[in-house]
Structure formats: structure tokens, C-alpha cells
């Protein structure tokens, strides 16, 4: 492939599990000499897992991953680096409690990889001086590490890895530990140190902002799966689903419908756009940047109108929450502010319009024919419309979103479940519901739930409908 | 006066009562001749007496290897127990710890007894045995408590930076545990040192310790010896604890 130039690491159909959960699902990813590459999912998504396994603290259940190797002749091989110890890999990582010795000061702290490696002592002396004054540590040598701030011990973290001289340098969440103000500087000095030593760094994160400001490449998880792989540009503007489009940056995203080429429908009007190839009335997702609305009492060509509802100043912007004639709600930023309760008028450029295939328009679940009326799905027996085909085994059942209903008391449904994930689609809420199966439900509802909370599901019977598998094994 | 601080009055009353009273008298004794008249003969006779220092001597000696011993079966056991991959159950840690809620006397007259039955000779051999068996416990719990709360983030740490796994444990695992090692090794060596009924059950009284020495100067009535001897040991214990309960790094190279 001739876009697999320069690979330092290349990560092929990595899964992994923890007893009955599986952290990672069939990840492949490459990475480049002296890039700047970033994990980013939320918490629990299997980023700081995938860091851990190219640490080799963490062995894979399946796949590979291939590591740029040199060998004692100096030659360059790619090498599997499965059962490798840690000890041996090429890379050095900063950890996210920084994990410094408590039992040493800074100069030891940072010459202990060159110890081990028997570099003479003038070379570690001189080669500590230079990574010390790279991190703007200079003469902290002999404090003891316990006597340092936070953002200190983060520097000389920092320095024990990279006085190594790392092929790769890995970081995880180095900056989580610290305060607003400080996390901005050292964002700016990492930046720095990567384009200075031009060392691959592989930076794990779920602090959006850190990985756009940062990053060469970000990797979108979610779920132990990877959602997009892309510049942070692309990533912002052209988010591939809504996942994606939710976790970064703010965006408005709206349930809408591909009239044809170049033609959207979504809250209630056309819109021109610039994507084609999804066919005609085509359910799409729809995402809209908040700064990507442009707003005026009175606006030239504009396309549709809303009411103000609320205006807070953000400090450059101020953040509106406009009600439009068609009565969804869209979040717009811009540098004008408009009085709540007034008329405004709405226009959105062609290009500003991200149209996405949607993942599912129902829910599709694996489940089992038990007689005519019922059928064992989310582990559990559900009562469902009559099957005619008399058949019993497995199958499928269709249930739209708007169909399912979530109840506050997890005894009062069928099954039960956790909301894991909402998406405010304007007009009304996305739920993605793990059941106790461990299975997920998607629900369409106006109500307001909150991540986390436990919930009945119930689903009456007429809506669910069930297909045959037509005799394939699965 | 704060309210607050009327509260600490009870102790203080059983502070001075239990032990500040007993610890005023072992000196006062300690500096009188028979008669009641201040002396430092009983101090010096120590000195003098070539029994006494050399019970001394075999006093120390049992001391040191004993906790040498407990060091060396502990510190692993410990090690093995702390570590969830070679130990799943916390009840093997419990098994370990077990032996100490039984009374050591009890615990003494049993092994004796067993060494008998077994057909052993009493004398050093199944004195460190005993001893060892009695203080095990002691020196297992500090240590494996240390490294069960050790960051093990540290030993990443040292592995990335390109520490094999024997390295790895020499220059953080155990640096890292000398707390533990420096609080096991106080509460092996000072009870070992001033013990008696062990040495009395487990050789037969043919290897007397100091602890032996004190306790026959004192069922003899001659307390102002006895009480001389007590304070020498004292100041030894307490010269021990100056030692292991300073700098870290210092316990490292000497005492042991």
C-alpha cells in the first residue's frame, strides 16, 4: 500500500478481552516515523489498554503488532513483538500518575534507563543537563521528587523517557493530573518537544480539545472499536457518524433526509449541500457546527427563522439556543449577541453541512423463536406480532426506535438496561441503552434521561416484528 | 484549657502509672547498692562479669541470625503472598498470620514438646527453629502489607526504562518495601534479644540468653543487678530502633 510509508508500529486486527468483556475489538491501525498520534475515546473505551499492549504490559488475545526493529548490525527490520517484554521494546512511556521513585532524586530518577543501558557517567551527566533544560527543569537535580508541584514531577517524567532517546515515546493522559492554566502551557511545550526531537509520540486522551490542539492524526475509539481515523480537521469537519461528531467539538445533529444529489432535508426545509451518492430519500444524520449557523434579525438569502431562547456569553462568542419554525432546538455560536424572545433569521452554507449514512434506522436483534407469539431475545421472552411462517430457531426482530420505552423502575420493563449514550437530535433525545444482556437498544423518546441511569425496557408486542434468517447458519 | 485536652487525662494517668513509674524504678534500682545507697557498681559489674557479657554476646548473636532467618523465609513468602498472580486468596495471607493469635508460651511448650517426640537433640538448631517459627508471622506481616500497597505503576516505570525483572525488584521493589523490612526486622530483633521462656523450653536452659540472666538475678532477689541488666538491654532496643527507624537508605547497608 503506498500510503504505508515510514511505518514505525502497524497494529493488525488487535482484539483483547478482561474475563466476559472484550476492551478491544479488532483494531488495525498504522503509525509513522515521527508522528504525533492520538488515542481519544471516553473513558473506558480501550485506549490506555492499546497503549499498555504496544508497551508490552498487556499481551493481545489476537492479532499483531509489528515494530520497527533495529537489529545489532544496525539494520532495520519489522518485527512482531508479541512476547517481547517490556524491557526490550524501543519506546519509553510517560504514565499518567507519573510514576516517579520515590526513593530517588530527580538526576536519578532520570538517569536510571542510562544506568541500566552502563552509559559512562560524564555522557548521563551531560545528557541530563540537556533534558532538563528541555523541560525547564535546570538545577532541580538533587530535589527530592516528593518536594516538586505537580506540573514539575510531569516534566521530569517527561524527561526520564525521552533521555533515552525513544524510537517512540508513550504517553498516557500526562496532562490529566493538572490544573486548566498549566494543562494549556504544557500543551504548547509537548507540541514543542515533539517538533524538536521528532520522536513518534502516541498520546492517549479523552480531553477532545488536547488531542485537536496536539495531534498529526487522531484516533476516534469508542467501545473498543476505532470510529475514524483523520487530521484533526478532518475529524471536526467531517465527522463519519454521530459518535463522532458528538465527542468532538459542539455540534448540532439532526435526523434528516437526502432528497437526491445535493439535496438535504432536515428540520423541516431543503437544504443545498455538496455530498451526493446516497441515493434519493435516503435517512441521513445530519451535523451542523455551531459557529457554522449564520444568524441576523434580518439576514440576506436567508433559509429558514427561529425564536432566541437563551444567550450566554462565552468569552469570545456567545452560545444561543435558537427555537426554529419548525420547532427543533439548534445550538448557535456567534460573535453578535441576540436577545432572548426576539425573531431571528437562519442561513447555512452548502460546504458547512455534514451529511452521514446512518448507522442503523432500527434496531435490529439477534433473537429466537420460541412458538407463533413469542420469541427469547435480550435474554429474555418477549410476546410478539404472530409469526406466519410457523418455523421456530433463530431470527431476527425489527423494532423502531421510537417504539421502545424506557420505564424508571428497571422491575416495571421486560428486561432492564443502563442509558450508556445520548444524542440531543434537536427535536428529540438518542438513547443508546445497554440491557443486562449486554446487548444495546437504541431509543428514539422526548424524555430526559441521564447517562448511567438504570432503566425498565418495555416493548408491546405489535411492535415488534420478527424475520427469518431464509436457512443461512448464522 | 481546652476541652478537648481533658480527654487525654486517662492515658496519661496509665502513661505514668504503667510506664514511666516502672521505667523510674528500673533506674532507681539499677543505681543502688543492697542498701539503698547510690552506686554504679551494678552498671560496671556488668562489664566485669565475663558471664553475663558472655550470655551477652550469645544473646545478640541468636538475635541477629534469627531475624536473619526471618528475613530470608519471609521476605519471599511475603513477596508471594502480596502478588495477585501467584496468590488469588486472601486466605493464604491469613493461614500466614494465623499462628499469631495463638499464646507464644502455648505455641513454645508445643514445639518443644513436637522436637521431643521427633527425637531432635535440644539446643541451637531447634532454638533458631522455634524462634524462628514463633517470629515468622511478625516479619511476614510488615513486608507483605508494604507490598500490597506499592504503586506497581513503579515497576512498569522501571521495566520501560529497560529494567529486566531482577532488576526491577533490586532497584525499586526493594528499596521501596525497606520500610516494611526495617519495621519486621524492630519486631523480630527486640523480643528476640530480651526473650527467656523460649530458650528455656526449646534447649533445655542450656543456652542461656540475657533475657534468661535478668529473670534469674531477679527470682534470686538481687534487683539491683537484675535492674542494671534490664536497663542495659533497654538502652540497646532502643539504640536498635534509633538505627532502623532513621534514614531508609542507612538500614540498606548495616544493621542486619
Not at chain 1, 478491544?24 to 499492549?53: A, H, N, Q, W
Not at chain 2, 532496643?237 to 547497608?253: F, P, R
Amino acid at each position: 500500500m503506498s500510503g504505508k510509508e515510514n511505518v514505525i508500529i502497524d497494529i493488525e486486527h488487535l482484539s483483547k478481552s478482561f474475563g466476559d468483556k472484550q476492551v478491544l475489538k479488532d483494531i488495525s491501525l498504522y503509525i509513522r516515523k515521527g508522528e504525533f498520534v492520538t488515542l481519544l475515546g471516553p473513558s473506558g473505551c480501550g485506549k490506555t489498554t492499546l497503549l499498555r499492549m504496544i508497551a508490552g504490559f498487556l499481551q493481545p488475545d489476537e492479532g499483531t503488532i509489528m515494530m520497527e526493529w533495529e537489529s545489532r548490525g544496525g539494520q532495520r527490520e519489522f518485527r512482531d513483538v508479541a512476547g517481547i517484554p517490556p524491557h526490550l521494546r524501543p519506546l519509553n512511556t510517560v504514565f499518567q500518575r507519573y510514576a516517579l521513585f520515590p526513593h530517588l532524586d530527580v538526576y536519578d530518577n532520570i538517569a536510571f534507563g542510562l544506568k541500566l543501558k552502563g552509559v559512562p557517567k560524564d555522557e548521563i551527566d551531560a545528557r541530563i543537563r540537556k533534558v532538563l533544560k528541555l523541560v525547564s527543569m535546570s538545577d532541580y537535580e538533587d530535589r527530592d521528587v516528593d518536594s516538586l508541584s505537580g506540573g514539575q514531577q510531569q516534566r521530569v517524567a517527561i524527561a526520564r523517557a525521552i533521555v533515552n532517546r525513544p524510537k517512540v515515546l508513550l504517553l498516557d493522559e500526562p496532562l490529566a493530573a493538572l490544573d486548566l492554566k498549566m494543562r494549556q502551557d504544557m500543551q504548547i511545550e509537548l507540541k514543542e518537544m515533539h517538533q524538536k526531537l521528532g520522536i513518534t509520540f502516541i498520546y492517549v486522551t479523552h480531553d477532545q480539545s488536547e488531542a485537536l490542539t496536539l495531534s498529526d492524526t487522531i484516533v476516534v475509539m469508542n467501545e473498543g472499536k476505532i470510529q475514524q481515523i483523520g487530521t484533526p480537521t478532518d475529524i471536526y469537519n467531517e465527522p463519519v457518524n454521530s459518535f463522532v461528531a458528538d465527542f468532538i467539538g459542539e455540534s448540532n445533529i439532526l435526523n434528516g433526509t437526502m432528497v437526491k444529489d445535493r439535496l438535504v432535508n432536515f428540520i423541516g426545509h431543503d437544504f443545498e449541500c455538496v455530498d451526493e451518492g446516497f441515493g434519493e430519500n435516503v435517512p441521513v444524520d445530519v451535523v451542523i457546527r455551531p459557529e457554522d449557523v449564520y444568524i441576523g434579525y434580518t439576514l440576506e438569502g436567508s433559509q429558514f427563522t427561529g425564536t432566541v431562547k437563551s444567550c450566554t456569553f462565552k468569552g469570545v462568542h456567545y452560545e444561543m439556543y435558537v427555537d426554529t419554525d419548525s420547532g427543533n432546538e439548534l445550538q448557535i455560536q456567534d460573535y453578535d449577541a441576540f436577545e432572548p424572545g426576539k425573531q431571528v433569521q437562519m442561513l447555512i452554507h452548502p460546504d458547512d453541512i455534514q451529511v452521514m449514512r446512518k448507522e442503523r434506522i432500527e434496531n435490529v436483534i439477534d433473537c429466537e423463536i420460541i412458538d407463533e407469539n413469542h420469541v427469547k431475545m435480550l435474554g429474555e421472552v418477549f410476546e410478539c406480532a404472530p409469526i406466519t411462517s410457523g418455523s421456530t430457531g433463530p431470527a431476527r426482530a425489527h423494532i423502531s426506535f421510537a417504539k421502545v420505552d424506557l420505564m424508571d423502575h428497571e422491575d416495571d420493563g421486560d428486561t432492564s438496561g443502563e442509558v450508556w449514550f445520548i444524542l440531543y437530535k434537536g427535536d428529540h433525545y438518542h438513547l443508546t441503552v445497554k440491557t443486562v444482556s449486554g446487548e444495546y437498544v437504541y431509543v428514539d423518546t422526548d424524555d430526559i434521561w441521564d447517562k448511567g441511569d438504570l432503566v425498565g425496557i418495555k416493548i408491546l408486542p405489535e411492535d415488534i416484528t420478527v424475520e427469518m434468517n431464509d436457512g443461512q447458519e448464522k | 484549657m481546652g476541652k478537648r485536652s481533658n480527654w487525654a487525662i486517662p492515658y496519661l494517668i496509665f502513661l505514668i502509672l504503667f510506664v514511666a513509674l516502672p521505667l523510674l524504678l528500673i533506674v532507681v534500682y539499677a543505681l543502688q547498692d543492697g542498701n539503698g545507697g547510690f552506686t554504679f557498681d551494678n552498671i560496671t559489674r556488668f562489664f566485669t562479669d565475663s558471664d553475663a557479657l558472655s550470655t551477652f554476646a550469645v544473646s545478640i548473636e541468636v538475635a541477629i541470625e534469627n531475624t536473619l532467618i526471618c528475613l530470608l523465609l519471609g521476605y519471599p513468602a511475603a513477596y508471594i503472598l502480596a502478588n495477585k498472580n501467584l496468590n488469588k486468596s486472601a486466605v493464604t495471607a491469613i493461614l500466614f498470620i494465623l499462628p499469631m493469635w495463638i499464646n507464644a508460651l502455648m505455641r513454645t511448650l508445643a514445639t518443644a514438646e513436637l522436637f521431643n517426640v521427633m527425637g531432635f537433640t535440644l539446643g541451637k538448631g531447634t532454638l533458631l527453629m522455634g524462634m524462628a517459627y514463633d517470629y515468622l508471622p511478625f516479619m511476614i506481616y510488615p513486608i507483605y502489607n508494604v507490598l500490597l500497597k506499592m504503586d506497581h505503576s513503579y515497576e512498569e516505570a522501571a521495566a520501560d526504562l529497560g529494567a529486566t525483572p531482577v532488576q526491577v525488584f533490586r532497584k525499586v521493589t526493594l528499596p521501596l518495601s525497606m520500610p516494611g523490612i526495617s519495621s519486621g526486622i524492630l519486631m523480630v530483633f527486640m523480643p528476640t534479644v530480651s526473650t527467656f521462656a523460649i530458650s528455656e523450653f526449646l534447649t533445655n536452659n542450656k543456652i542461656k540468653l540475657f533475657g534468661t540472666i535478668i529473670q534469674e538475678n531477679i527470682n534470686s532477689s538481687m534487683w539491683n543487678y537484675g535492674a542494671a541488666l534490664s536497663l542495659i538491654m533497654l538502652v540497646i532496643i532502643g539504640l536498635t530502633t534509633l538505627v532502623l527507624g532513621g534514614e531508609d537508605s542507612e538500614v540498606e547497608g548495616g544493621t542486619v
